[in-house]
């Protein structure tokens, strides 16, 4: 969570040097890495966790050990081979996708796939070992080195870019277009550091942590072969991909077919450009900070009931199981409120010179995705930790039909645009999130017994949060400038009032007694 604080921190000081039309630049290319990188990174911790956490559930340490080995070196063979491909076809796949100048910024990328392949593997290991702190720790040094030198190098590149311009005796439009190239390329600078940094620290750690290792699996035998390994880990690392590759093709759909769409909706090539920033910087990432601490609780509870489900636990599983739903309940249904009704003061202090009317709009329609989103990871958590691997990919690739051809009609209207995108994201994770539950109630019924009632209370709770936000909020607003400094204070004072009401309201609705039976992953 904090790591993921800290890498939303630092974009609207990158907004004030990429603008609108350099943040549809940036993230064009970030969203080609990003779709590469989940399909390459997102399986693998996942699959060497539950591994290693079954052979280790089952007294077999050195086949734990061996198995992180061979892993390893896999990713290290895949890291290399995308790096590569990345840098060479960083120029085709741009033009593929509609944003030609985003060749610099997805070129300047490609080195974050070999550190991020290694990290992986390391992560993995750990968490199989049930031990989530180097992965926070080195998540939290990746984002603060990503955003110190994201800002630098975007701000130095944007000056480099601006001499490349006046060499080439370009002028106006052109001109700003060609260095806002050069500073999306450089604000990747800070993707490649942070990953370096975050793979190196994470290398010390399990340095450190070797000899123990060693003797750890010193005392038992290797059952397990090495092609048995491997194949145990491509079958899940493959529909683990998959799923997630699936997930992250909503945000590609919107990378490919929103412009083109907005472009048949009379926007220019410059507008259409800077509505795609608006929409991936002013609300993907917003709704991407309540967002981060489900999907960590999503990584770490697999092993956790993978575990369970090697020793035949089923009370476990079923404990662990209600636990993930109970969290996707409490952090998502308060903050999606929340963000709607601050909408406004919330996009005035991060953005201030970038923020439209548009950006609000598309906010407050929008915060419904946080707990649909949520709700989809945690249940494609679940069906792979139940040996269900394939159910969510299946789920997802048919909802991401019913996307693009929402996508297809609303964003072509030139009075919906890029809204539209926003509504068939919607639209998509309800039917992903209600076929889900279908199958995690078919194959573990038991689990679902209370969940919707704790889901009926929260929001409950959230609405009653939700009124008297905003009427502290709209207090303000009346009696309060529009400086700056007052936007700040209109946004926090009704988001303590908020939070400390919601508290309030769990307390009352006996929703905060602790259950010893239940523990955070």
């Avoid at 472009?263 to 795609?276: Q, R, W």
Wanted: proline residues 4%.
């Amino acid at each position: 969570m904090i790591s993921k604080i800290l890498s939303v921190a630092f974009v609207p000081l990158l907004t004030l040097i990429l603008t609108n039309e350099g943040n549809g630049i940036y993230n064009a290319g970030y969203q080609i890495y990003a779709f590469i990188y989940v399909i390459a990174n997102q399986g693998a911790p996942v699959a060497i966790s539950k591994l290693v956490a079954g052979q280790l559930a089952n007294g077999k340490p050195a086949d734990a050990k061996h198995t992180f080995e061979l892993a390893l070196r896999f990713m290290l063979a895949l890291g290399i081979v995308l790096t590569a491909a990345t840098f060479l076809l960083a120029r085709p796949a741009a033009k593929a996708i509609g944003y030609a100048s985003a060749d610099l910024t997805i070129m300047a990328l490609a080195p974050t796939m070999l550190f991020t392949c290694l990290a992986s593997a390391y992560r993995g290991y750990f968490q199989g070992r049930k031990n989530m702190s180097p992965t926070a720790v080195s998540q939290v040094l990746e984002q603060i080195v990503h955003g110190v030198f994201a800002i630098a190098g975007a701000y130095a590149m944007r000056s480099y870019g601006a001499g490349v311009a006046a060499a080439a005796g370009l002028a106006g439009e052109e001109a700003a277009t060609v260095s806002l190239m050069y500073a999306s390329m450089g604000a990747t600078f800070g993707t490649s550091f942070g990953a370096a940094v975050s793979w190196g620290y994470l290398y010390l750690i399990y340095r450190r942590s070797k000899p123990e290792i060693r003797l750890e699996a010193a005392g038992s035998e290797r059952t397990l072969s090495t092609r048995d390994i491997y194949m145990s880990l491509l079958k899940l690392v493959i529909p683990i991909s998959l799923g997630a590759a699936l997930v992250n093709t909503a945000n590609l759909v919107d990378l490919i077919n929103v412009k083109a769409r907005l472009l048949a909706a009379g926007f220019s090539e410059k507008d259409a450009t800077s509505l795609y920033g608006i929409l991936t910087t002013h609300w993907q990432k917003i709704i991407n900070i309540p967002l981060a601490l489900v999907t960590a609780m999503s990584v770490a509870i697999i092993p956790q009931i993978s575990a369970a489900a090697s020793t035949g636990d089923r009370r476990l599983m079923r404990v662990k199981m209600r636990y993930a739903y109970n969290i996707v309940w409490s952090l998502t249904i308060p903050a999606a409120v929340g963000m709607a009704v601050l909408a406004d003061p919330l996009l005035t202090a991060l953005y201030p010179t970038t923020v439209q009317p548009t950006s609000v709009v598309m906010m407050q329609i929008g915060t419904a995705a946080v707990l649909l989103i949520a709700l989809v990871n945690i249940q494609t958590a679940i069906l792979q930790a139940l040996g269900r691997v394939y159910v969510a990919p299946i789920t997802m690739a048919s909802a991401l039909v019913i996307k693009i051809v929402i996508n297809y009609f609303l964003c072509a209207d030139p009075k919906i645009h890029v809204i539209g995108a926003v509504i068939s994201t919607i639209i998509c994770y309800v039917l992903a999130a209600a076929v889900n539950q279908y199958f995690v109630r078919r194959y573990a019924p038991s689990c679902g017994r209370g969940i919707f009632k704790l889901f009926g209370l929260r929001c409950l709770a959230a609405a009653v949060m939700g009124a008297v936000t905003y009427g502290a909020y709209a207090l303000l607003n009346r009696f309060l400038g529009g400086g700056y400094f007052f936007t700040v204070v209109k946004l926090a004072v009704p988001a303590i009032i908020g939070a400390a009401v919601y508290f309030g309201m769990l307390a009352a609705l006996n929703l905060m007694k602790k259950r010893k039976e239940i523990s955070c992953p």
